[in-house]
């Protein structure tokens, strides 16, 4: 056997060597109250009990505060101006279309996977959603036997050349779960455990779904529930001698009015009115092929304006009730780390508990059964960053980030 590295380098970034077994948890969706309502209920002993050992700290996810940019960050340990991935969907200027920004080609950057596959190290990454799992898993060498990436939701369609496993599903003896249910994220933890009794991984990425979250708020049954079911997983994974560390992608705030309904502003609306139809362009970057549980409504949106009054209708944008940031594109690219050529003209934040659409004939919210709860902004912006080991050498005065996690597990933990 090789001899391993003390330390491997990616994306100016150096991450030393592992000498335990690492796991890193993206629980989507959790704002840090879920998991302090839940110790706090009583439903979350083991991680009551390796955070007062560990580490309970805080961290800021990126903006916009979405699934994709924020996955990418934590596993390239880098912001979307380098990665490239600023949101679930942009519009390609280039070739004049709006498309999902889920493809590996739209990565800048390899992941810190890729870096310690061509070391040696083994490595898994489970996924809820295949939107993310070709990106996760974007250039490991399946044919070495040291890699595994796959979903939960296609499970069952896994074979060896390109996700190193044949049919997760039936490996698992678990059934394909419903992508609207807590069951899609149990498959990730339930495959994580086997995976570290079998594969015996160097280091493991697990990323939920935040049906839950969405749905229901902290504190509650069936919020829970779920955090109970990982607590559980959690311990399994401590009892294999997993350093852990857990992060999410961004928190959930509602974003309704006292009556129950979506609080929106239909961005392409207002500039309909304001410009004349077929001026501007809103993108919506929450977009992705599962709207049940948002219905396409976030807090963060750009738009592509005319160059002649831009800066106009920017100030009144920001003027606008319930916007809480509406800055051009070279402002707002630097304020928020994103790269200017896969960003509009104007980029806005909405308030805590507004969402922002396109047209309100555009959106179909009859699936929402629930009070809206969204995410995508400033407000969603702290997150848990917690491992099970206490961690040495963070000095007070440092800003944490969510995709700090990986630094925090492999060269802090104690």
């Not at 498959?187 to 229901?216: C, N, R």
Request: overall charge negative; some cysteine; proline content about 6%.
């Amino acid at each position: 056997m090789s001899e391993k590295p003390a330390s491997v380098s990616v994306n100016g970034r150096d991450y030393k060597w592992p000498s335990r077994p690492v796991c890193v948890v993206c629980i989507d969706g959790s704002e840090p109250a879920y998991i302090e309502k839940a110790i706090e209920m009583g439903v979350m002993p083991y991680m009551k009990e390796a955070l007062a050992k560990g580490a309970d700290l805080r961290a800021d996810c990126v903006i916009p505060s979405f699934t994709n940019p924020n996955n990418m960050s934590i596993v390239t340990g880098q912001p979307p101006k380098v990665h490239g991935i600023c949101g679930n969907y942009f519009y390609d200027m280039e070739n004049d279309t709006e498309v999902m920004m889920n493809e590996p080609r739209f990565l800048r950057v390899p992941t810190i996977f890729k870096a310690f596959q061509d070391e040696g190290a083994k490595i898994a990454v489970v996924t809820a959603k295949d939107k993310l799992r070709r990106m996760l898993g974007h250039e490991l060498d399946f044919s070495k036997g040291t890699a595994i990436s796959f979903s939960s939701e296609k499970s069952n369609e896994t074979n060896m050349a390109e996700h190193g496993i044949e049919n997760a599903s039936e490996w698992l003896g678990r059934e394909v779960p419903s992508v609207y249910s807590a069951e899609l994220s149990e498959f990730i933890f339930a495959a994580g455990v086997k995976l570290a009794d079998e594969f015996k991984p160097d280091l493991m990425y697990l990323s939920t779904t935040d049906y839950i979250q969405h749905k229901h708020a902290p504190g509650t049954p069936v919020a829970n529930e779920f955090y109970a079911m990982l607590d559980k997983y959690m311990a399994q994974l401590d009892e294999r001698g997993f350093v852990i560390g857990m992060t999410a992608d961004h928190g959930m705030k509602p974003k309704h009015t006292g009556e129950g309904e979506p609080d929106v502003i239909f961005l392409q609306d207002v500039l309909d009115e304001w410009l004349g139809k077929g001026q501007s362009r809103v993108i919506l970057p929450i977009t992705d092929p599962y709207v049940v549980h948002h219905g396409a409504l976030g807090s963060f949106a750009t738009a592509y304006l005319p160059e002649e009054g831009r800066e106009e209708i920017i100030a009144k944008l920001a003027a606008m009730d319930g916007m809480m940031v509406a800055l051009n594109r070279e402002e707002g690219c630097a304020k928020f780390e994103l790269p200017e050529d896969r960003t509009g003209d104007v980029i806005l934040v909405s308030d805590t508990n507004k969402v922002l659409g396109t047209s309100a004939d555009r959106h179909d919210l009859s699936a929402l059964k629930e009070p809206l709860r969204s995410h995508g902004g400033i407000s969603e912006q702290q997150v848990p960053l917690l491992c099970n080991k206490a961690v040495e050498g963070i000095t007070a005065d440092r800003r944490l980030r969510n995709f700090d996690v990986f630094d925090v597990a492999l060269n802090h933990a104690s």
